[in-house]
């Protein structure tokens, strides 16, 4: 089988590459990124692929890169929030036009699956005291942010060209995935690599802000079940399927265990603002994959985040050179663009 893999140079694409190249040994494997701030090909270094740089917005690069190819996996995407808030065109541009440009090619070429990744951020906020609501696949779309609402729009986008064009496609909505080769930027990656270097970690407000953590490899074997289930049983077509950790920790429970991990006290901690809109609470309800495909995080938030401490103290090499020159968005630079709206 032919797999089309897009963003494969991101973080979670590139788990996802690592994890079918190591199932599925056999499989021709293409990875399409446009190499953008968070897409970096030594991701991928010692994995076999065949690797296009190109723009999921050039209908002549999707065309070329998705010739022959049986199944789609589409995870290129711009995914910070903060950045969404400072620049929301890109965001726009590449999450929705992007999308569009590969749905019409994978029509054109009568691909047998188009599996699209996206977030629980689609879904909006959850109050905080309110402990027993979780995201599903039937939660109103309520999105916050500039990106949320670009992912949102491409999840509609996605099932519009299965129910009104007949193309084969399946969604996954995951919760916040961590784990090695995530872009120091992210709120683990970014608390880890500052107590690496010795800097206080920059927690928003009092850290009460809810997510629900999923191990990056538990995703790739959830989708796994969903793509290869989807290609032998019809009625997996058209679904989509929630995804998360079972792992929900607030912001400073997420801290505390990074800062024993380190032997640091809470004076490691600076306290900065929230962002604009920033949700409260995140919960996935991953009952129907469970129930349909028998699926399971397989990883223990607690031991996983010990052992993705020690990638990132084994690869400084990989992280130092993203975080030097890169400005940190803070919440200052946010307001600054609605202070001149």
């Known amino acids: 089988m032919k797999i089309l893999i897009t963003g494969g140079c991101g973080f ?27 897409g970096h090909k030594e991701n991928l270094s010692g994995i076999e692929h065949k690797f296009i740089q190109g723009d999921i917005c050039d209908p002549s690069v999707v065309a070329g890169a998705m010739q022959g190819a049986d199944v789609v996996v589409h995870f290129a995407a711009e995914s910070h929030v903060d950045r969404s808030i400072i620049g929301p065109g890109v965001f726009i541009r590449t999450n929705v036009i992007g999308t569009h440009v590969l749905l019409e090619e994978a029509l054109r070429q009568k691909i047998k699956l188009f599996h699209h990744v996206s977030t629980d951020e689609v879904f909006g906020s ?24 670009s992912k949102a729009s491409s999840d509609h986008l996605v099932r519009a060209y299965y129910r009104t064009f007949g193309l084969p496609i399946t969604i996954t909505n995951t919760s916040n995935n961590y784990g090695p080769y995530q872009d ?18 920059p927690l928003m407000g009092n850290g009460e802000n809810v997510r629900d953590w999923c191990y990056v490899e538990d995703h790739c074997s959830a989708m796994d079940l969903v793509i290869t289930g989807a290609l032998k049983d019809q009625k997996i077509i058209g679904e989509t399927f ?43 309800d991953s009952s129907k994959i469970k129930k349909m495909l028998g699926w399971e995080p397989g990883n223990k938030l607690e031991d996983r ?37």
């Open 12 to 38: 979670i694409g590139s788990n996802f590459v690592r994890y079918w190249r190591k199932k599925y040994p056999e499989d021709e494997i293409v990875v399409l990124d446009k190499l953008t701030y968070a």
């Open 126 to 149: 959850l109050p905080l005291d309110k402990s027993e609501l979780r995201f599903n696949e039937t939660t109103n779309y309520s999105p916050s942010s500039p990106y949320s609402a």
């Open 184 to 201: 120091p930027e992210k709120l683990i990656p970014r608390f880890v690599t500052n107590l690496i270097e010795g800097k206080k970690v």
């Open 242 to 284: 929630c995804v998360g950790g079972e792992s929900e920790k607030s912001n400073i429970e997420i801290t505390n265990i990074l800062l024993e991990i380190f032997e640091k006290d809470n004076s490691w901690i600076e306290k900065i603002q929230h962002r604009l809109g920033h949700d409260e609470r995140y919960a996935i």
């Open 305 to 341: 985040l010990a052992e993705t401490v020690q990638w990132y103290k084994d690869n400084e090499w990989w992280w130092k050179p993203l975080k030097e020159g890169r400005p940190v968005i803070d919440p200052d630079v946010q307001l600054e663009r609605v202070s001149k709206v």
